[in-house]
């Protein structure tokens, strides 16, 4: 697909609207038909990832650090539901940005954590990763989601910081969108 394909999981809904606030910004920047709506993975299926080249995938980080789930006290499914359908999938070709929130004050140890399982899990399936951040203007101790001095994708805290995340998706989407373009304009293999 010619769209880059947005998908998050989540209870609370935070990352839903992080997920809504990305997709409008790409369609202020590229066009309405550059982006597909947000989609819940507790409504999709690995076929929906793999139907596109360019994704951004969002999740928050709960507790000591795990993605969000029933097994993890969520409502919701999400994450730990959807991810046993990712095995043997292969991701090869496809490139993918990873958002992620989580909470600096209370879970200073463990900041964004969930976002590396999805790094991980992706990258072990073929996918090319893209869209680290610095991690100037955090306080926390210690993330998962630190790779030699970057995160793994965007970090976000909104229960400490929500003023900057615009200006954070905006710095963001100056560095992904490029990157993930040029998977949706090249030819697609026969």
Known sequence: M?????FFG?????????AKKIAKAIKARLGE????????????SADDLLAFQAL????????????PGKANDTDEAAWLEFLPQLDGK?????????????????YPTHFCDAMMDLHSLFAKAGAQ?????????FEFKRSR?????????????????????????D??????????????EAPVPA
Request: net charge negative.
């Open 10 to 18: 989540t209870d609370s809904g935070t990352t839903r609207l992080i």
């Open 129 to 137: 990763m893209v869209g680290g951040i610095d991690t100037g203007g």
């Open 171 to 184: 710095a963001w989407l100056d560095e992904v969108l490029p990157l993930l373009l040029e998977v949706c």
């Open 33 to 44: 038909d550059m982006v597909a709506k947000p989609l819940n993975v507790n409504r999709a």
């Open 56 to 67: 951004m995938l969002g999740t928050p980080t709960y507790g000591e650090g795990v993605l």
């Open 90 to 106: 292969d991701f090869s070709g496809i490139r993918i940005a990873l958002f992620g929130l989580g909470d600096q004050e209370k």
């Open 2 to 6: 010619r769209q880059i394909g947005i």
């Open 145 to 169: 989601a630190v790779v030699d001095g970057r995160f793994v994708g965007l970090a976000l805290d909104q229960h400490l910081q929500s003023l900057l995340t615009d200006a954070r998706i």
